[in-house]
């Protein structure tokens, strides 16, 4: 895969953000592995922006291996600074899957109940409300009532 080609203003925005960030794959004194092309090749899938340390002296070496990562994973070189070299590419989309059985799950609200004192804080109570519960103003959970049906509709039936 050939490597992505950015403009001097994109890169700027990428070194900008990897300032931050921690190198997440180390090159060894073995230089390239096979094992190290995976890593960075799963560390690009799921950060999209990574550093990589390389713990080499030989700045030739460096220069050489930043080169055949961009090209070989099809990624943008950002910056190569020291022995930390900077990647990027575009994270892939993740497909969601739909089920269409699943039924909604249980769900935490925060309730605050107040003092009747004035200077105190309010108690906060976490409560989890299951599918076929509500939440009342009061703070209470009530079970949901089955629907009913007319009179009309029974009569029918």
Same mark, same amino acid.
């Given at each position: 895969? @050939?490597?992505?080609?950015?403009? =001097? ?13 921690? =190198? /997440? ?6 230089? %390239? ?58 994270? @892939?989309?993740?497909?969601? #899957? ?7 799950? @249980?769900?935490?609200?925060?309730? %605050? ?8 804080? @309010?108690?906060?109570? #976490? ?18 009532? =089955?629907?009913?049906?007319? /009179? ?6």
């Amino acid at each position: 895969m @050939p490597q992505i080609q950015l403009t =001097p203003g994109e890169r700027k925005v990428h070194r900008a953000e990897a300032h931050h960030l921690s =190198p /997440v794959v180390m090159i060894g004194n073995d230089g %390239l592995t096979a094992a190290v092309m995976k890593e960075t090749e799963a560390a690009l899938n799921a950060h999209g922006l990574i550093k990589i340390r390389v713990l080499g002296d030989d700045r030739a070496a460096r220069e050489d291996m930043f080169a055949k990562l961009a090209d070989e994973l099809g990624a943008a070189p950002i910056q190569h600074i020291g022995k930390l070299l900077v990647l990027w590419r575009p994270m @892939p989309e993740k497909a969601k #899957t739909v089920d269409e059985e699943r039924k909604a799950g @249980p769900r935490d609200f925060k309730v %605050l109940k107040y003092s009747s004192r004035g200077g105190q804080r @309010p108690e906060v109570k #976490t409560l989890r409300v299951l599918g076929n519960q509500r939440l009342t103003s009061g703070g209470q959970i009530k079970r949901a009532k =089955p629907k009913q049906k007319s /009179v009309k509709k029974r009569q029918a039936d």
